[in-house]
């Protein structure tokens, strides 16, 4: 049975029950009912390529925030490969040992193809943590294509994590990368190349338009020994700091509230029309017809939606 009190009280149960229940789409009455307690929890963003350290990074500032008290939901976006037992697969990082403890919740999302969804889960998913009485929610994302975009349309700071094997600063900014980030990291410290890669950055960061009022700190860390990780952390609070004061977090908080309305919005639309507008089967026999041009398909998209009543 699932009960938004023990949620609310950070139950780890009912975190993970409300959690699947959001997931499987089972339950959304539950998002209706725990939003009003949201809005508390400082979202961060952790992204940049595969392999570059994002989990052992994620781990490291989480041992950072327990230090300090904190609460911390985890989620790891992983758009590729399936996941099971708490912990990512193959040779990457696991968290189980962070998982244990008690201040802190560790969820892995994987999307098994479609990534369109991936998003909008994540952002269900960071919900039920913020109601759940987190402090940060951390978000891992593989900085490729489409969805570390997306992600940063959740998250209030966006770490970008390079290495020097990531190549140069030039892809980077080819992949986006530079655009979203408000922090970068350059880790693997202990690699030959990183300094190169922090001049390089720099410059690149240098040719970018500038935000007044953030300085947009280039940092080097190595993740496995924490190395840096407590200057990652004051210019995360730096950052946070520099949104609260500016007005900046109220104003994009704002904005994504209002993008995550049109989105459900479309939603609704796009499934009253799988419900109720039309089948796939008549659309298939609309479209052999189309097909024979018999029918136009702008016409007769026209005269389906007058047809169903829906005056568009
Ligand atoms: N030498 C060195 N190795 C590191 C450092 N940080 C992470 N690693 C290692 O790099 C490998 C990948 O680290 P992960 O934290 O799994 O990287 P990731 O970016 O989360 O990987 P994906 O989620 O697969 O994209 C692991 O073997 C880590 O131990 C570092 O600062 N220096
Ligand atoms: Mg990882």
């Given at each position: 049975m699932l009960s938004l009190k023990d949620l609310l009280q950070g139950d780890k149960r009912a975190i993970a029950q409300t959690i699947s229940a959001v997931e499987n789409g089972t339950n959304t009455k539950i998002l209706e009912k725990l939003y009003?307690?949201?809005?508390n929890a400082f979202h961060v963003g952790i992204t940049g390529p595969p392999g570059a350290g994002k989990s052992t990074l994620v781990n490291a500032i989480a041992a950072e925030l327990l230090k300090q008290k904190k609460k911390i939901g985890i989620i790891a976006v992983d758009p590729t490969s399936p996941f099971s037992g708490g912990a990512l697969l193959g040779d990457r990082v696991r968290m189980t040992d962070l998982a244990l403890k008690k201040n802190i919740y560790i969820r892995s999302m994987a999307s098994r193809g479609s990534l369109g969804g991936l998003a909008q889960k994540t952002k269900d998913v960071a919900l039920v943590l913020d109601a759940s009485g987190m402090d940060f929610i951390l978000i891992e994302t593989i900085?490729?294509?489409q969805v570390e975009l997306d992600i940063a349309q959740v998250c209030d700071t966006t770490v970008v994590v390079l290495v020097?094997?990531?190549?140069?600063s030039i892809q980077a900014l080819k992949a986006g990368l530079l655009e979203i980030a408000d922090i970068m990291v350059v880790n693997k410290?202990?690699?030959?190349?990183s300094d190169r890669l922090l001049t390089d950055l720099k410059f690149a960061l240098e040719l970018r338009e500038q935000t007044a009022g953030w300085h947009f700190p280039i940092l080097k860390t190595v993740a496995t020994t924490h190395e840096g990780i407590s200057a990652l952390v004051s210019e995360i609070e730096n950052h946070r700091e520099y949104l609260d004061k500016s007005g900046q977090l109220e104003k994009e908080r704002k904005s994504k509230i209002a993008m995550h309305i049109h989105e459900l919005i479309e939603e609704k639309i796009r499934s009253h029309l799988r419900k109720s507008v039309i089948s796939k089967a008549e659309l298939a026999r609309i479209a052999d017809k189309v097909y024979r041009r018999e029918l136009n398909p702008y016409v007769i998209a026209s005269e389906i939606l007058s047809g169903s009543g829906l005056n568009i």
């Open positions: 009003r307690y949201t809005g900085g490729v294509g020097p094997e990531s190549g140069d410290g202990d690699r030959e190349g």
